[in-house]
């Protein structure tokens, strides 16, 4: 079955950029979407179709998917933004989810 | 608004049933696939199974292929899961999520806030 690979955490001190990596098997062929869910609530969309921004995320969140990693970019991270991020692909009808990366603010 | 909210959650032996819903409204139910999506406790989000508009055509995570049984009623504009044969291992908080489409890519606009099976003795 096809896996999604994320890296278990990732720190970033205030103010500066945070990068999450998603890794999978020709990745590049597929879009990838980013879920936000912060302790005790439902997940939140923050990116689609790679690199695309929901209305009312901030422009701090971007997207790319490039050379087999889709990457999840958060600059000027504020505290707000710790939570753990999911990124999800489609393989053969199914919805895959990696396995989540808890980004922690410092 | 579009709200999706989840109920049918609570504590089951294993090998018991439970038959969860989930209550859309804000728009137009009839038009939507619909998916569930659950995560044990400190885990990830784990995708469960989805159905078509129409309820004609449903997918199911492996993990719970012959158990787990999803279905719509669009009249109702609810969402359902019948779930048999529970183990501890469907501990989990289910979400449902409404796939939306955009330029040829789907992806999960709307999740419920969630309902908590436990499945144990």
Redesign the interface.
Known sequence: ?YELTQPPSVSVSPGLTASISCSGDELVDK?I?W?Q?RPGQ????VM??NT?R?SGIPGRFSGSNSGGTATLTISETQAMDEA?Y?C?A?DS????????TKLTVL | EVQLMESGGGLVQPGGSLRLSCAASGFTFSSYWM?W?RQAPGK????VS?VNSDGSNT?Y??SVKGRLTISRDNAKKTLYLQMNSLRTEDTAMY?CGRETC????????H????TLVTVSS
């Open positions: 079955s879009f979407s879920y869910q439902s997940p939140l969309l689609y179709r695309r929901p753990d999911y999800q489609w009808g199914a919805v895959v989810f990696g396995g989540g | 998916h999506v990830g989000l784990v995708w989805r997918l995570a492996d979400y955009t330029d040829g890519h789907c992806y999960f606009q999740w419920g806030q969630g």
